[in-house]
């Protein structure tokens, strides 16, 4: 019997491994990357980091124990020794997030080394099966912009792939409360037909192609010159439709404006270049017969799209909870059956009956791609996930995903900061992969469907049964499901190139409510993780180490750092190993962001920035710490994805404005006692915080969160300070 996780993920292959610079034709990366990255060298810097960085913990440590010792010996106030030993395991916190950040780049820097995409013609394999496997992609929507959804629609409709239908999953409530919101959701609805007329003339055209090959096909006599002219012809229609696409969307708008370059420009140079190698061929006596078939099988499936649009809240007996995971869990539980409508004293239910009675049926699948609404995928996403997913010994990979990339362009520099830490995030999970320690990033994710039904428990809610397929007991639904995942056997895996986009909030108020989010959760879900680590066969210590790092790296970073910078600590020799051990870690992080397409020097800014998100993340694990206490579950806080700038509650427009003030007063008694580096250390940071304060937040937005928050004594009280705070107020300039 396999011991679980311990089989390494098969790579895709390619049936051209010389060529494999096919692979990325028609999705090109938007994100320049460095072109002269030396691997081996990055490895070997990565590497003295490392040593530099334990070298300097271990150094630290034998001071931390003598001073500890002499306290203890010289019996001085319990105070002086009781505080040495907490900035010894504060100290070794923050050095253990560092090590993990040595670990993953060692990591991303072996796989991307050795990784070779699959070419396009193993890709386009796909379309010689008429039964390749069939995958839905459900795109669950609360209150977003219209026109945010419908890109996302259109990036999943627009894959290179057969047999796939898009749902939006819909989770608005079905009776709005406003004339805004009853503007906002009929738009909405609409977009899946909107979207499908605009595919079905161009679809049916080349669907009767298709067929009229097919007729020829079965004659046996198919002049094979002229069907290659006319598939150039058919190639060119298809470069000059994409190409027709491109004028319906603002040029200086950076979420259609990438849409644009991903989806239609690439594919209506990618159809040319197409037509102009058929001519070639023609020229040269035409594509054998098996090219033929596939290229107008190619064709037939380019736009030929199923989709739906499904609402929850319709219906009584379906679940209600208002977070993602059932959004989706609700859909997920349907597949496969047939429903009708039956109108009860209570409201509308939907219940299973046979298929000849059904006023809904939903199909089954083998793959699920779930896409948040503000999120693009380069058009070879499915091919190449579902083609690794097929490869012999994967059988038990349950989850593919690229971990998304920000939309490039940001206008804002709040926005262009986020994004950026968004990118070495993604930087981090593919390095986590080398040590099969995946998480699985809920923003885009190919998932098996036989794993998720593997995992499934049984629930109720107001009295109906539910079944959850992704667990919601936490507000990072992705995450705990990822334990269960591979506690069960089953693995997950990042793909080593960037396939999803994802937007990034543009200000602060919108990103405190992301932040807060994803910082809470973790702690609850640590108990699970060490159960599983505990029960397994063979001791996966790499594995155990940075899947517990990434569970409590919120806790343990933001709580040390705040308490290292808080606290009087009294000696220099103590606190001046901070950031020497921290010096190599800062050092790569900017190189890496040099190599994704920053600047070197936005590192500082990104300090600056974690520094000011430093209570909006405590205030994530105060949210678990209280959930684990009580037993309720924290209400799901969506990031605000609607045109305006959100508000900031007044607790985190206070609390960076209080720190600043700490630290200052701190800087100031440590120099009065004649602790020069202490002194130092507060007043840099000080100084960092004051400059986040002022470029991300700014004194308007501070007032304005002080001004939404005293105006929330005349909303109900049933609405939660969240959703008050979410709410625009002002449109963005």
Request: with cysteine; proline share 6%; net charge positive.
């Amino acid at each position: 019997m396999r011991t679980p996780g311990t089989v390494p993920v098969v790579p895709e292959r390619s049936q051209n491994n010389d060529t494999p610079a096919q692979g990325n034709q028609g999705s090109r990366p938007i994100r320049a990357r460095h072109p002269s990255l030396d691997h081996g060298r990055e490895a070997r810097i990565t590497r003295l980091c490392l040593a530099f960085t334990l070298v300097c913990w271990a150094t630290a440590t034998t001071v931390f124990a003598e001073t500890l010792w002499r306290q203890l010996s010289a019996q001085a106030a319990p105070f002086d020794a009781a505080g040495t030993l907490l900035f010894t395991i504060l100290f070794s916190g923050l050095i253990y997030g560092g090590v993990v950040y040595h670990l993953a780049r060692l990591g991303y820097l072996r796989r991307r080394a050795q990784h070779v995409p699959a070419d396009r013609e193993t890709l386009e394999r796909c379309f010689d099966d008429e039964r390749a496997p069939a995958v839905t992609v459900l795109v669950p929507s609360y209150k977003e912009e219209p026109e945010v959804v419908r890109c996302a629609l259109l990036s999943a409709a627009l894959q290179d792939y057969p047999h796939r239908r898009v749902v939006l999953l819909l989770d608005d409530p079905p009776a709005p409360s406003t004339a805004e919101d009853a503007k906002r959701l009929a738009c909405t609805r609409a977009l899946p037909h909107e979207i499908a007329s605009l595919l079905r003339p161009q679809a049916a055209r080349f669907a009767a192609e298709y067929q009229g090959f097919l007729r020829r096909w079965n004659t046996r006599h198919l002049d094979r010159v002229a069907e290659t002219r006319r598939l150039a012809h058919l190639c060119r229609e298809a470069s000059d439709w994409f190409e027709a696409q491109t004028s319906g969307y603002p040029a200086g708008d950076h979420h259609t404006g990438l849409l644009t370059r991903l989806t239609f420009k690439s594919a209506r140079d990618d159809h040319l270049r197409r037509a102009e190698a058929l001519e070639r061929r023609a020229e040269a006596g035409g594509l054998g017969e098996a090219d033929l078939l596939r290229e107008y099988r190619r064709l037939n499936h380019l736009l030929h799209v199923e989709f739906a649009c499904f609402e929850r809240k319709r219906y009584v007996n379906l679940p209600h909870e208002a977070n993602k995971a059932m959004n989706l869990n609700g859909y997920i539980a349907l597949m496969g059956r047939s429903f009708r409508e039956v109108m009860k004293p209570d409201g509308l239910h939907l219940e299973r009956c046979l298929p000849a009675e059904a006023t809904l049926r939903v199909p089954d699948t083998d793959y699920l791609i779930t896409l948040d609404a503000d999120s693009l995928l380069a058009p070879d996403y499915a091919a190449r996930l579902i083609h690794l997913m097929q490869q012999p010994g994967n059988e038990r990979l349950a989850v593919a995903q690229t971990p998304y990339s920000v939309i490039p362009g940001a206008p804002g520099l709040l926005e262009r900061i986020a994004g950026a830490t968004t990118d070495i995030q993604c930087l981090l999970h593919q390095g986590f992969t080398a040590y099969d320690a995946t998480y699985w990033v809920g923003a885009n994710a190919l998932l098996r469907v036989s794993a998720l039904r593997d995992i499934v428990c049984d629930d109720s809610e107001r009295g109906f049964p539910v079944k959850k397929f992704i667990q919601d007991r936490t507000v990072i639904e992705d995450t705990e499901s990822s334990v269960g995942l591979v506690a069960r056997g089953w693995r997950l895996y990042n793909y080593p190139g960037r396939l999803a986009y994802s937007a990034t909030p543009p200000d602060f108020g919108a990103l405190v409510i992301q932040r807060r989010r994803w910082a809470n959760g973790g702690l609850i879900i640590l108990p699970k993780l060490l159960r599983y680590l505990a029960t397994r066969a063979r001791r996966p210590v790499m594995e155990g180490f940075i899947r517990t790092h990434y569970l409590a790296s919120p806790a343990l970073a933001n709580a040390g750092l705040l308490l290292l910078l808080a606290l009087p600590f009294g000696e220099d020799r103590l606190i001046v190993w901070v950031p020497l051990a921290a010096a190599p870690y800062f050092l790569l992080y900017a190189r890496d962001l040099a190599q994704i397409g920053y600047r070197a020097s936005d590192a500082l800014r990104v300090y600056a920035l974690n520094l000011l998100l430093i209570p909006v993340n405590l205030g994530g694990v105060l949210k678990s710490l209280h959930q684990a206490a009580t037993g309720r579950k924290t209400p799901f806080a969506r990031t605000p994805k609607v045109t305006g700038r959100t508000a900031v509650p007044a607790l985190y427009a206070a609390a960076p404005l209080l720190l600043f003030g700490l630290w200052l007063i701190g800087a100031g008694v440590s120099a009065w006692q004649g602790y020069g580096v202490l002194a130092a250390c507060g007043l840099v940071n000080a100084a960092f915080l004051a400059y986040a304060i002022r470029t991300f937040v700014g004194r308007q937005e501070c007032r304005a969160g002080f001004v939404r928050e005293q105006d929330s004594s005349s909303v109900p009280s049933g609405l939660s300070s969240t959703a008050r705070a979410g709410k625009p107020i002002h449109a963005r300039a």
